[in-house]
């Protein structure tokens, strides 16, 4: 059966997060009128779709994820106004928004909540996870996301609260079907009174619990894992089989799920082709592959390619026809591509960093660009626990270095700096000015010393720059229907260094070979063209010369053959 076509499908979306990429106002902060100042530059690069970082009002316990007003904006990012002129500049200029949806929890300082943490017969209560002590402690084992545990007592009523991430973000009863009611609402008003183009919905996959709350198995020798209960829960796709009829079948929207933990089965539920839930899903098991770990999450390994390579064809095989991939090396929770994946050095970081993007983009699935990974930006170096602002490490650091001396204060540190995800929140690096033409005051974050070096001003003035190698990805994504609707089909499956697969159309197929070391490697997938060329075109290349029956390091290729 043809792939029924759409234009989410067809597009490419580039993901701001809003505090990091430029502050119009001098307060070290970036806002909604920097990002409209920096639509033309978005155009150019030639994407489709922005995807906002949560710009809700919010009092910025976890960087905006933490929402207690979904109708107003932060004060940091500016005012209704401010967004409704960077919404009609941008659709103007044939760009389309998505906003961030964070509705598996609220901030603790939302109305919703500050009622419901009155009194247990408040009409709110209902509204939020509540639990008696069990034996005088927490109702069960679980440990939060953000580590610590997920339960957080409250003096008023003598109950726990459940909060997977932050104590600050309570999470919401999605049992209560005026949860619900509240929830759709809001979305319609976004949709329909503001008209944005769609939603990336946070932790989406978390909203239904297991209603027994079990204890969890102890991982890390302090709490239980609580995924098992509260990721693809039991009434998951009920709900947003609900939301779609209430919401989403109403507009011509985007919708992506983040989905921690999905499996392949529950993924082609989430994103099935009857179009019922959501458009497609982000499923992390490549993200999640690191190495050893050195305690929770943490590391400061990387996975072979061979680990790397099964993950992504398994999605990429398994989804064929049932359900739709996207496709995404980093974002505003992972480490830069080109630090983590690639080369960061100066003699590699830009051949790497057009290799990584080739291997994504000719892809099955809509491909995601975070901030600066089309200008090559890297992970930060962190001296100190002073230059994190990431909730997440800051608990981490309290939990494993200073609480239980897991590991020592360099290992932890060296841990941020290969996995933290302040890494990918340094400030958007636009030309050598000071602050890297972030800010005119001083940021947030501190920026990446090597800004000098690498920034948007000199990757526009240089032709030969990841820049405008990403432009021509996108192009050529426009242009080719094979490269967006085409079946993949896996090539070199036991090579150590090669990553290469083919796609098929309507009679043409797109050959795609990418080295993935610092050295030449024999590959023989490109042989008959030299020799045979009729028929058949070189798309796209990170290298001007090629050595026959081999890829020079970290080069990439990829012939189209008719």
């Known amino acids: 059966m043809a792939e029924k076509k759409t234009w989410w499908k067809e597009a490419v979306v580039y993901q701001i997060y809003p505090r990091s990429f430029s502050d119009s106002n001098g307060d070290g902060i970036g806002d909604l009128k920097g990002i409209t100042a920096h639509l033309p530059y978005l155009k150019k690069l030639g994407v489709d779709v922005i995807w906002l970082s949560p710009i809700y009002r919010s009092p910025n316990d976890d960087n905006g994820y933490d929402i207690s007003d979904y109708r107003n904006i932060m004060t940091d990012f500016g005012t209704m106004e401010d967004f409704d002129e960077m919404l009609s500049t941008a659709h103007s200029l044939g760009l389309r928004i998505v906003m961030d949806l964070v509705v598996n929890h609220t901030s603790d300082e939302h109305p919703w909540f500050v009622e419901s943490r009155k009194s247990k017969d408040n009409p709110y209560r209902d509204f939020y996870i509540w ?76 909203i239904s619990k297991v209603q027994s709350f079990p204890d969890g198995k102890v991982t890390d020798g302090l709490y239980g894992d609580l995924s098992p209960y509260v990721c693809n829960g039991p009434r998951v796709h009920e709900y947003l089989k609900e939301m779609n009829r209430r919401v989403l079948s109403q507009h011509d929207i985007m919708t992506v ?30 993200v999640d592959l690191k190495g050893k770990p050195i305690v929770g999450k943490w590391s400061t390994g990387r996975c072979s390619l061979k680990e790397l390579r099964a993950v992504l064809n398994k999605w990429q095989l398994e989804l064929e026809g049932s359900a739709w991939n996207s496709l995404f090396w980093d974002n505003h929770d992972q480490p830069r591509a080109v630090s983590r994946f690639g080369n960061d050095s100066p003699q590699y970081r830009v051949v790497s960093a057009k290799m990584l993007a080739t291997c994504l983009h000719m892809m099955k699935g809509t491909p995601y660009i975070y901030q600066g990974e089309e200008i090559g930006m890297t992970n930060m170096h962190f001296s100190s626990l002073k230059d994190c602002r990431d909730i997440e490490e800051i608990n981490a650091w309290k939990q494993y270095v200073e609480d239980t001396n897991i590991v020592s204060p360099e290992t932890m540190l060296s841990c941020f700096d290969a996995y933290g995800r302040d890494n990918a929140r340094t400030p958007m690096q636009w030309d050598d000015s000071e602050n890297a033409g972030f800010t005119t005051g001083t940021p947030w974050l501190a920026v990446n010393p090597n800004y000098r070096e690498i920034n948007c ?26 490269i967006v609707y085409g079946v993949f089909e896996p090539l070199l499956e036991d090579s150590d260094s090669i990553y290469a697969y083919r796609r098929h159309l309507d009679g043409r197929t797109v050959t795609v070979a990418c080295n993935w070391t610092d050295q030449t490697q024999p590959c023989s997938l490109f042989d008959a063209f030299g020799k045979n060329p009729v028929g058949a075109q070189e798309l796209i290349s990170n290298y001007s010369s090629h050595k026959a029956g081999a890829l020079q390091p970290y080069e990439a290729r990829v012939l189209l053959e008719e």
């Open 257 to 286: 799920g983040e989905a921690a933990g999905v499996t392949i089965d529950e993924a082609k539920k989430y994103a099935s082709s009857s179009g019922d839930e959501l458009n497609m899903v982000f499923e992390f098991e490549h």
């Open 131 to 206: 639990k008696d002590p069990k034996g005088g402690k927490e109702p069960n084992n679980w440990g939060s996301c953000f580590s610590g545990s997920a339960w957080q007592f409250d003096e008023a009523t003598g109950q726990y609260y459940l909060h997977c991430f932050s104590k600050k973000q309570p999470d919401l009863n999605w049992e209560n079907p005026k949860v619900r009611d509240e929830v759709f609402d809001m979305m319609n008003w976004w949709c329909g009174e503001k008209g944005i183009d769609g939603f990336r919905m946070d932790v989406i996959s978390m």
């Open 457 to 482: 001003r000199a990757a526009l003035a240089d032709p030969d720059s990841i820049f405008y190698y990403y432009q021509k990805l996108i192009r050529l994504r426009h242009e080719n229907p094979v």
